[in-house]
């Protein structure tokens, strides 16, 4: 199956997916040049690249770092292609964050997370276990690490927060699940914990009501006068 074949169609995604395929072209040369069907393949997910980042928010902010790994691709080694793949992920993840804060309006859609009992400090312990099973694990290269590691930390995150949202540990399970499953057996202790964190989180979601609109109060029909 080709990368076109493969590639996500949500733009967030397939920033995400190509960005780690253009890391994983550089880490194959990591001490030279890069060779020519290497180079080649690089500038197709550059391309890429430049056509996804014009659907993302704050698009403007890759044009001029991608061109750059496009020329370093084009002359320079792999290992300064690799140093700028590692400042563009830094830049898409902290835009990212912008996902993150929301109005009050906005808030009352989501489904909050009200702990009770022991089941916070359960989460935070499953999610500290995943944080060392990806750490220790030789199922992962270090661009699915910290892909990982990032979104642990905003389930994390969520979870520290008096309510938190549901929404978040459910789209960063899914991510974390989707990674381990890219590691086959070497992931399954990962995908385990990450099993273990969504029940426990899900037994403490309070579901929001959302209000319908009050019906508009019905005009009685005239009555006939009488003659």
Known sequence: MSFFDRLPKDADSAFQFTLIELQNAAD??????LNAETKTQAVIYIRALQAIS???AQSGDYEELLEQIHRQA????AATVKKSLDLLQQLYLSNSLDNHFIDEEEEALFNEVKWSGDDRALVL???SNARRAVTDSSGFDDHHKRRVLYWLARAENEALKE????ATFVAATSEVLSLAEEAGEKGKPLANLVQMVRTATRRNVTVNQIEADEKPKQIAPPTDKPD
């Open 74 to 77: 084009i002359s320079n080694g």
């Open 28 to 33: 194959a040369y990591p001490n030279g040049a």
């Open 125 to 127: 312990d499953h999610l």
């Open 163 to 166: 309510k938190g949202r549901f």
């Open 54 to 56: 014009r659907r993302l």
